[in-house]
């Protein structure tokens, strides 16, 4: 066994290790409401739900292993005090006897608990005042047999030098056994919903509670340390047979206890007998009883607190299959499979019946929990946020750094192997949540869910965005480095989900995505619902970003757009909009704002991508202002395209866009296989072919140029604003490449066409969009129409 002092040193060393972290979980406290949860409900509204949840697996864990170490411990001494050695599983019978009359409380009602736990308190309270009384007592003959022999300064000597009992004793060995006795004194995190007001009644509890508890253990092995040898036969024979020899403190009362020491028989004594406090106290069946209550009390508050650790994790739905066992019944929502839950875990540990190798576990998974409150009250200070403002006097950020360092240097030396599984699992648990993200399934507590906790997660990941983002100022931009980032004017992202699917599959992971909405003056309500197209984002995976803006018109709105979204390098560059499919239904100032985005695109430095599919962009069968998180259409953009190809008909150079948009999206996983053919235009003499590049020499010229002041309203065409003279005109070319297109483009996953723009003065937008509809009309392929901003985008020739 240990000496007093190093005795004292465990006791000091697992009380610093629970004050810091309860002057940690005071300052959490103190900073916000705190609810039901316990120190993973702290730690999650610190650091954040996935890494709370992570440690509140954990914690409830160790708190349902707790119970049975507690009421194997209570099988023990209740066995011992039998005097006979009891029968192969008598042990695990008892406790499993009892670990079912807790559940029964459990089950029947918190009020018995607290009231059971009033007089367990003042039964302990009186047991170790009569201990107190006991080691006052004058010693006689048959006590000293036993080992006691009053308060002596040698045998406190004797006792201060270490003797190891076997050769698996160590310090950190019995500070493994010790440190879980300290894990209760952190409770009152546990009932936190039941305190009237938490931010004062946990400091306070808390550190009073490890303060009277630390100068119990101290005093208690202070005085059994002064009073009782290690090691008495209990045989009066042993009296009187001193031979001068003998050296030890029980020899100048006339007894040697050599013989058994020597053989290893001695039965009584600190190292040898558990009941050593009851043979002091004066009245042994009261310490007993003090030693039942703390046992009960404390395997009754495991009891309760694992079950709302586990309704807590419900409540944020982290993990799909605790979710069953925090359902709450009654006005207070008591997780009655939870009690259940935590009653199969305590019996399936109390069939192993080793104390020792159970305490140790709980060590291991406590001090665990414990660094994690600690980091995430340093994490919080780290993360300097405005809402992070504890009012406890006490609170120390170093102190809290350090109180987590010391808990992992701990958590290795008692046992490194279990350590590192304790670390495992939870970046196990991490992974899991963090990929999930809370919130994904439903919950019984699903009322009761809100996510979004403010954590200081939150807090660093906005400043070092922030410090990334401004470093970027200082890059200069490179053709090796050239991204598309995509300005989407989607209007309500669920109204052109084909779109959103489009630019997602380009952008995705590795550049930028607004999606844009331009709300029209007369219809402010359309901008209150920018949380619900947000969500809608989410559930279908895009990454992108929603930005909304009201003006008069879509041009104006478009050119608001371009302008002011984005920020510094993570600014838009290019501008993808839908093929306007109905414009021959719409009024001419209509068409010609359209046309005008893409003349004020090329303006701001934009380049310009506009994708018509056969069925159109917006799904049918929904309403305009109807946003459904739970009916996602499914969208050309998210199957699988085989081995059909990505025709690309690069008719002018404009930079290199139009080769690169469909190189980044047969780069996804979706569009992997899809080989790619490259059509360009070349006089007849030059015309060559090959397998992936094809020269066509009859794709020669853009839209034709026309003059909308010559037109006539009277002329019957497409949208009423075009001369027969000017369709005839055009008509034959047009017809000419939309056979092509037919020809060689039939059966292609996507067509993707140089889209010339000339002189907005030069071309009616109506007699454009005449070009573009007879182009792209009737075909059974999507067509991308881009048209870069003439700067260099591809690599062939660059340094």
């Known amino acids: ?306 079950p709302k650790v586990f309704q807590w994790l419900c409540q944020d739905k982290l993990y799909p299959v605790i979710g069953f066992f925090g359902k709450g019944y009654g006005k207070k929502h008591e997780p009655l499979r939870g009690y259940l839950f935590t009653f199969l875990i305590a019996v399936g540990f109390i069939l192993t019946g080793d104390l020792n190798t159970i305490a140790a576990i709980i060590s291991n998974f406590y001090l665990c929990s414990y660094a994690l409150v600690n980091f995430g009250c340093f994490h919080a200070f780290l993360s300097q946020s405005p809402g992070w403002r504890p009012s406890f006097c006490w609170y120390s950020p170093w102190l809290s750094l350090l109180g987590s360092l010391l808990c992992l240097l701990i958590m290795f030396l008692l046992n490194w192997w279990a350590a590192l599984i304790a670390v495992l699992l939870i970046l196990l648990l991490l992974f899991y949540a963090f990929h999930k993200k809370p919130g994904d399934k439903p919950c019984f507590l699903s009322f009761l869910t809100n996510v979004n906790r403010g954590s200081s997660v939150q807090v660093g990941t906005y400043r070092m965005a922030l410090s990334y983002l401004v470093s970027l100022t200082n890059v200069q931009d490179h053709v090796k480095n050239f991204r598309p980032q995509c300005l989407v004017l989607t209007g309500p992202p669920s109204q052109r989900p084909a779109l959103v699917d489009f630019v997602g599959a380009l952008t995705k992971k590795m550049s930028l995505m607004i999606c844009g909405n331009v709300v029209l003056v007369s219809e402010p309500q359309a901008i209150q619902e920018s949380e619900n197209h947000v969500n809608w984002l989410n559930v279908r995976k895009i990454r992108s970003f929603y930005t909304v803006i009201s003006a008069p018109r879509l041009r104006s709105g478009a050119q608001s757009l371009m302008q002011v979204a984005g920020l510094g390098q993570l600014k838009p560059n290019l501008l993808v909009l839908g093929y306007k499919q109905n414009w021959q239904e719409v009024q001419i100032s209509a068409v010609e704002d359209y046309v005008g985005i893409l003349h004020d695109a090329l303006d701001y430095n934009y380049g310009v991508c506009i994708l018509r599919m056969p069925g159109g962009l917006s799904p049918a069968t929904q309403h305009q202002a109807q946003v459904s998180l739970h009916r996602q259409p499914q969208t050309l953009f998210q199957s699988r395209q085989g081995w059909r190809t990505v025709d690309v008909y690069w008719l002018s150079d404009d930079g290199g866009l139009t080769m690169l948009i469909p190189y980044l999206l047969t780069h996804t996983q979706k569009w992997a296989r899809c080989p790619v053919r490259v059509f360009v235009s070349s006089p007849r003499e030059h015309q060559k072919a090959f397998e992936d590049l094809v020269a066509l020499h009859w794709l020669q010229k853009p839209p034709p140029k026309g003059n909308l002041e ?40 996507l067509i993707v066409m140089s889209l010339p723009l000339i002189p907005r003065s030069a071309c009616p937008g109506a007699l454009y969009m005449t070009w573009l509809e007879m182009l792209s009309r009737g075909l059974t392929s999507p067509i991308a129409f881009i048209h870069g901003k003439q700067q260099d985008l591809l690599t062939t020739y660059c340094q």
Not at 29 to 34: A, E, F, L, M, Q
Not at 224 to 246: F, H, K, L, Q
């Open 1 to 306: 066994m240990p000496t007093a002092g190093l005795t004292w040193l465990i006791i000091l060393l697992s009380a610093s290790v629970t004050a810091i972290t309860g002057m940690s979980i005071s300052a959490i406290s103190t900073n916000s409401k705190v609810k039901a949860g316990s120190k993973s409900f702290l730690i999650s509204r610190s650091l954040g739900p996935e890494l709370g949840g992570s440690i509140g697996i954990i914690f409830a864990f160790a708190s349902s292993v707790a119970v049975a170490m507690h009421t194997v411990g209570f099988a023990e001494t209740l066995l011992d005090l039998q005097q006979s050695l009891y029968p192969e599983n008598e042990l695990q019978v008892v406790g499993m006897v009892i670990v079912t009359i807790l559940l029964g409380v459990a089950l029947a009602s918190v009020e018995w608990e607290s009231k059971a736990q009033i007089i367990f308190f003042f039964l302990i309270l009186l047991s170790f005042i009569n201990y107190l009384l006991g080691t006052l007592l004058p010693t006689n003959p048959s006590r000293q047999a036993t080992g006691f022999f009053g308060y002596q300064g040698s045998i406190l000597l004797e006792n201060m030098v270490p003797q190891w009992c076997g050769p698996e004793g160590s310090f950190f060995g019995m500070f493994s056994i010790f440190f879980s006795s300290a894990t209760g004194l952190l409770t009152g995190t546990n009932i936190s919903e039941d305190l009237k007001d938490p931010a004062t009644a946990i400091p306070k509890g808390t550190l009073l509670a490890i303060m009277w508890t630390t100068l119990s253990y101290l005093g208690i092995s202070a005085t059994i340390g002064s009073c009782m040898i290690r090691d008495a036969s209990g045989n009066m024979t042993d009296m009187g047979v001193w031979n001068g020899s003998c050296l030890r403190p029980e020899c100048q009362y006339g007894w040697d206890f050599s013989s058994c020491r020597e053989r290893g028989s001695c039965l009584y004594g600190l190292s040898n007998h558990y009941q050593a406090m009851s043979m002091v106290s004066a009245f042994s069946p009261l310490t007993s009883a003090g030693v039942f209550c703390a046992a009960l009390s404390s395997a009754l508050s495991c009891f309760v607190s694992a």
């Open 710 to 749: 010559s037109t006539s309203l009277n002329t019957p065409a497409p949208s009423g604003y075009i001369s027969e003279q000017d369709l005839q005109a055009n008509q034959k070319q047009v017809y000419r490449n939309r056979a092509i297109l037919r020809q060689y483009s039939q059966d292609a996953a």
